[in-house]
């Protein structure tokens, strides 16, 4: 009868696993692990009037070009970049009070200049760099003052370092001396 | 020695494949929670740098992408080989950013609207000629908040 053979039947899974690869390798060709990571700028805002003459104390700015062949010249002098995030830490932080560098960490300005010819990864590691200056200075400042990481500290503890340390990072108008490539 | 002979010319027990498909379906599952579905094909190669100060892009619906790179080689015929904007999936100049801005806003509710990130993904063989003129765009739509897409590396000791 029919109702017996029913009893007897069973579902036949072994092809169950074909079904599962089939699905995986869809999913493993169509996957891309997002890396949507990156270097948080925030830009000034636009204004048709041509910015107010500041008068800054020279010693309180810290001027890096960077030319057509992505070469620095920082203060008037070139550098390399492996050396720029422990010079702009010096020029910062200013241990020896020396008289050419910043008064203040709070007064400290840093200004970039680039060429529309300079490569943008090049451009990019600059100012990576220069972040990064800043974040172990926090990260240093927060080890001093409270004894802990800068992520383990609370909001208010966070902004007390950060304005301490003020991040000024201001961009100029670039120059049009290289070739567009 | 002897050991070794004994086992010979025994039938071995046939491996059990009965988890293979529970393998599989973790595996499966696993693809299936991370994957992020491409909804723009890309017309512009964009080979990202490295930098170490990165911050992550947390809300996805509130990002925004621009791409800057040379047209890959299907492309190469009706672009050019200069280097190019992509919005969205088509091709464009600086100052349709604005447009494309606007359009992208009305799909975000107007509390969160402040809140926008502009992502760059750029090529790092790109010159800073056509960044800058994105830049000064997003700068003339008000649109300030922007990420540098990058890959990520060590900081420099």
Redesign the interface.
Known sequence: MAKKNRMVNEINAGSMADIAFLLLIFFLVTTTIAEDKGVLVKLPPWSDEPPPEMKLNTRNVYSVLVNASNQLLVRGEPMDIKTLKDNTKIFISNPQKLENMSEDPAKAIISIKNDRGTQYGTYLEVYNELKAAYNELWEEAAMVKFGKPLDELNKTQRSEITDAIPLVISEAEPTKFGEEK | MSKFKKKQGNAQPAIS?AS??DI??M??FF??V?????DTELMVTTN??Q???????EK?TL?NFVF?GRPTPKYKDKAGT??RIQLGDKFANPDEIPLFLEKFKTTVPESQRQAI?T??K???????????DV??S???A?Q?????????RE??K
């Open positions: 494949t293979l498909p599989v379906f595996l499966l693809f299936m991370v994957t992020k579905m491409r990202t740098p930098a170490s100060e990165l911050t992550k892009l996805k990002v800057i200069k280097p990130i992502s760059m750029v090529d790092s063989e790109v010159t800073m000629g056509i960044v800058g830049k000064t997003l700068r003339k008000g300030l908040k922007i990420n540098y897409s990058a890959k990520s900081r420099t």
